[in-house]
């Protein structure tokens, strides 16, 4: 069974940036998007940042757009999430997940309840 191990999460100070990382120990399906989430203690996971299969078409939540960059190494079974402008609400937990979503929809694509395969996460601290 794949496995997911995100890497990359620190305390930076806001404006600044930071690469996180997702691993995959194996390929995943070629019919899979890849997805960053990001979830604040006591609060349900966001969607913030998808690919899809064939790195055709990507989606961003509103509060992230133009600042983050969903990207992946095919060759290496990495996906990458960079972190620009950082804001202290941008704190949280994030992970990255992998499957099929019923549909394309931005909204499917960036809900928690279209994957099941995830990773442990990494913390992401942003102070002023």
């Known amino acids: 069974q794949v496995q997911l191990v995100e890497s990359g999460g620190a305390s930076v100070q806001s404006g600044g940036s930071l690469r996180l990382s997702c691993e995959a120990s194996?390929?995943?399906?070629?019919?899979?998007?890849m997805v960053w989430f990001r979830r604040v203690s006591g609060k349900q996971r966001e969607g913030v940042a998808a690919?899809?299969?064939?790195?055709?078409?990507?989606y961003y939540s509103d509060s992230v757009k133009d600042r983050f960059t969903i990207l992946r190494d095919k060759d290496k079974n990495i996906l990458y999430l960079q972190l620009n402008s950082l804001k202290p609400e941008d704190t949280a937990m994030y992970y990255c997940?992998?499957?099929?979503?019923?549909?394309?929809?931005?909204?499917?694509?960036?809900?928690?309840?279209?994957?099941?395969?995830w990773g442990q996460g990494t913390q992401v601290t942003v102070s002023t």
């Open positions: 997940a992998a499957g099929v979503p019923a549909d394309w929809s931005r909204a499917t694509v960036l809900s928690e309840r279209s994957y099941h395969l």
């Open positions: 194996q390929p995943t399906s070629t019919s899979s998007w």
């Open positions: 690919l899809s299969p064939g790195n055709t078409i990507t």
